[in-house]
């Protein structure tokens, strides 16, 4: 279990190197919600911003706080 962890997140920080570098040919194949190890998870970059919240579409209640992960963003 933690070596596929380990190996997941290796990808993610990949994927978020190549965001960053603008390599990344298809951004929204990283970005907004998905599925991850069995989970819901959203992905934002926001260079600039102190917070993000996700926020449930029909009611506008706050569902949860991105934490920041990169120093861009």
């Known amino acids: 279990m933690a ?3 380990a190996a997941y997140l290796s990808e993610d920080q990949r994927a978020l ?5 603008g390599r990344n040919g298809d951004p929204f194949s990283f970005l907004g919600p998905h599925r991850a190890g069995g989970a819901g998870i959203v992905r934002a970059f926001m260079p600039g911003a102190w917070e993000v919240s996700v926020l449930a579409r029909d ?3 706050v569902l949860g706080e991105l934490p920041r992960i990169h120093n861009a963003g």
């Open 17 to 21: 190197d190549a965001l960053v570098q």
């Open 3 to 5: 070596e596929a962890r």
């Open 59 to 61: 009611s506008g209640e």
